[in-house]
């Protein structure tokens, strides 16, 4: 009998397939346009344009609350036994001033915002950097009613009239008025255009930790020993009052950076070794740290700067870096608005 060999089993070979776009855009979520602004003081600034799903979905809310609202101004007209021409007058009055005045109001009271631009924090600002004027609120929300307001009315009325052609107008015209913000990069409507507004996001501010708030577990690399054996490193005010805030801020960099991509702490990297023997001839440490107590040590170093820094502030103590003696702040400011000699 021959034997047959048997052919081996060949695992298929691995090939990278590319990712489908679709699940790039899930990590990394919708694009967002952004827009650089410079005030009159010439501060810039980079603000996020609003997309326009999120104000659709305000102005769907705005809506719904001028319909309460008009609905809760019925509620007379329909309850009372007699309508009087008194009433009817001031129930008309009152659904204009809701239909036209709704969304001027609010932005004028709360700085560019309605009801439902707050839900989705959204905020209308000058496009050019200024200040939102009254103006610019009139001018962008009176040319709603011409963009969407008044072709609507007539499309219903001309419906009922059989006149087509006016109702195939005002069509158009509503169609070309609510492509227009489609068709621009920082989806402008037409009031947006006129008035010289835009519409941008708000959203919640994320600040870090301070590092002087941390837990002691994550920010000061913990030993073998309990939490309750580990003692500060202690430094005296000569050793302290050698750096600024400009020192200050560099090492509070390398600190968050060390954290972040530096993982086991107890091996710090070269670059924080370096500066921790810096650190040390300058204010004349006379004791080595061991190397697993680097990062505790400047840690510990970096909040008893920023605790002195701090408390020559109060005092009207200011030192900027580690070549300005600590100067006063009222003679700062004299300094800075003193006219050149001549």
Not at 30 to 54: M, Q
Not at 138 to 161: D, F, G, M, Q, W
Not at 181 to 209: C, Q, S, Y
Not at 241 to 267: C, D, F, P, T, V
Request: proline share 6%.
């Amino acid at each position: 009998m021959s034997l047959k060999e048997k052919p081996q089993n060949k695992s298929p070979k691995r090939t990278m397939t590319p990712k489908k776009p679709g699940s790039i855009k899930k990590k990394l979520g919708p694009r967002k346009t952004y827009r650089r602004l410079v005030t009159p003081e010439g501060l810039s600034l980079v603000t996020i344009v609003a997309s326009l799903t999120p104000r659709q979905n305000a102005v769907i809310i705005d809506w719904a609350l001028q319909l309460l609202l008009v609905l809760i101004c019925s509620l007379p007209l329909i309850f009372s036994k007699a309508s009087s021409l008194t009433l009817v007058t001031f129930y008309q009055f009152t659904i204009f001033f809701i239909i036209n005045f709704y969304f001027i109001f609010f932005e004028l009271i709360w700085q560019g915002r309605t009801p439902g631009k707050k839900i989705y924090r959204l905020k209308v600002i000058n496009r050019f950097g200024g200040e939102l004027t009254t103006e610019a609120v009139l001018a962008r929300n009176l040319t709603r009613s011409v963009e969407i307001n008044v072709p609507l009315v007539l499309i219903l009325s001309n419906l009922v009239n059989w006149q087509a052609y006016l109702s195939l107008l005002c069509l158009s015209w509503l169609t070309f008025t609510l492509v227009i913000p489609f068709v621009n990069v920082n989806h402008l409507r037409l009031g947006d255009i006129v008035a010289g507004t835009i519409v941008i996001e708000t959203p919640n501010p994320i600040l870090g930790k301070d590092l002087t708030l941390e837990e002691i577990k994550e920010s000061q690399l913990m030993t073998n020993r309990p939490t309750s054996a580990l003692k500060p490193f202690v430094f005296t005010p000569e050793q302290l009052s050698i750096y600024g805030n400009l020192e200050l801020s560099a090492l509070e960099n390398i600190l968050r950076h060390e954290q972040l991509y530096h993982k086991n702490l107890y091996e710090p990297s070269k670059g924080l070794e370096v500066v921790c023997r810096t650190i040390r001839s300058k204010i004349n440490w006379p004791e080595k740290v061991p190397t697993n107590q680097i990062f505790r040590f400047l840690t510990d170093y970096y909040q008893a700067v920023r605790g002195e820094l701090e408390k020559g502030l109060i005092m009207g103590r200011r030192k900027e870096n580690k070549w300005s003696d600590s100067i006063s702040t009222a003679k700062a400011k004299e300094s800075v608005h003193k006219p050149p000699c001549s």
